[in-house]
Every structure is written in structure tokens, then in C-alpha cells.
């Protein structure tokens, strides 16, 4: 059960920004006893695989921030934070099996990838829905702001996965909460502004 929260909240944290799931797991197999991960995922913990993804989350950092390329973004982001979510959440679980002496994920790795590519597609589409209406009714303005709380849901959500994987529903619920209240708060902006230009005449 444990296992299957932390894969959960590590592939929705990949729903928001695949890398910094992606580089918590890796330190945290390289540098802790925290997470064994088994051989065959091994690699996620490489000097290269922690330094190309660090290259990647400073990109993903800085464009994520900027109205319109972030839509280009989140566009490239629809196949890699899926995919993404997949692997972590099989990493995680197959290390969870190799702890409790089970070997079903090991044997099965396909599972652990589907579900980690549901649950970060579910959550990048929240995201990627989300994003238009904030940038148009803030004129771009709210880009920085919405993505910079995205990174935090998505750093907050690693850390409860690997460390209080028991929370990792309430932070869930958290998450949604937060991605539906800024889009309902956009499209209530929008709507009165839509109102607003029509009552002036721009739509006669």
C-alpha cells in the first residue's frame, strides 16, 4: 500500500515537472538508505542521469516561467512527464518489492509504468488545461507566479511520496484543490472581462 502511495505521489509530482521527482528519487538512491532501487533502474542514480536532468530542470525552470513558450512547454511536456511518471513510479515500486522480498513488480514492470503514466497524464492535463486561462487573463503575468507554485506542489508531492508516502492523498486532494481553484479563478476573470468588452461595444 505504502508502495503504491509513494509511486502515486511521484508520478503526479512528474505531472507538474518531471524532473524534480525524477532527480529526488535519484539522490535520494545515491546519497540515503532510504530507497534501494534494484538493478535494472540502477541507472537513475548515474552521474549522468542526475546531471542531465539537473540541465533539464534549470530549462524547464526558466521556460515554464515565460507566457506562450510555456505552452510550447507543456506541448513537449505531454509525451516526457508521462513517461516520466511512468519510470519513477516503477523504479519505486520495484524497489518497495526488493525491500518486502516480493518480487511482482520486478517481474512485472509494465504495471508500475502504467500507472505512473495515468496518474502524471491525469496531472499534466490539469496543468496544461490550467495554464491558458491564467496567462490570458493576467496577460501573461501570472506565468511565473502559477508555474513557480507548480514546482512547489511538485517538490512538496516527492518529498511526502518518499518520506509520509501516508499523506500523499491529502496532498493530492491539495493539488487538484489548488490546479481547480486557479482555473475556476481564470475563468471568472475572463467571463467578466468578456462581459465587461461587450457591454463597451468591442463585440457589436
Do not use: C
Amino acid at each position: 500500500m505504502l508502495a503504491a502511495l509513494t509511486g502515486t505521489g511521484l508520478s503526479a509530482a512528474a505531472g507538474l515537472n518531471a524532473y524534480i521527482p525524477f532527480l529526488i528519487v535519484a539522490l535520494t538512491a545515491r546519497f540515503t538508505d532510504v530507497l534501494a532501487l534494484p538493478s535494472q533502474f540502477a541507472w537513475i542514480e548515474s552521474d549522468w542521469a542526475i546531471g542531465a536532468a539537473a540541465v533539464l530542470l534549470f530549462s524547464e525552470v526558466v521556460l515554464d516561467k515565460i507566457a506562450i513558450v510555456d505552452h510550447l512547454n507543456d506541448a513537449i511536456g505531454t509525451f516526457i512527464r508521462p513517461a516520466t511518471g511512468g519510470l519513477i513510479f516503477a523504479a519505486t515500486q520495484a524497489a518497495q518489492d526488493l525491500e518486502e522480498g516480493s518480487s511482482f513488480m520486478q517481474d512485472n514492470p509494465w504495471v508500475g509504468v502504467v500507472a505512473g503514466v495515468v496518474t502524471a497524464g491525469i496531472m499534466h492535463s490539469g496543468k496544461a488545461l490550467t495554464r491558458p486561462f491564467v496567462n490570458g487573463t493576467t496577460m501573461g503575468m501570472g506565468a511565473p507566479v502559477v508555474s513557480a507554485a507548480e514546482d512547489g506542489a511538485s517538490l512538496g508531492l516527492s518529498l511526502i511520496a518518499i518520506f509520509l508516502p501516508i499523506l500523499v492523498i491529502f496532498a493530492l486532494v491539495a493539488v487538484f484543490w489548488l490546479l481547480f481553484a486557479m482555473w475556476r479563478r481564470s475563468r471568472r476573470k475572463q467571463k467578466y472581462r468578456d462581459t465587461a468588452m461587450a457591454a463597451a461595444g468591442y463585440y457589436s
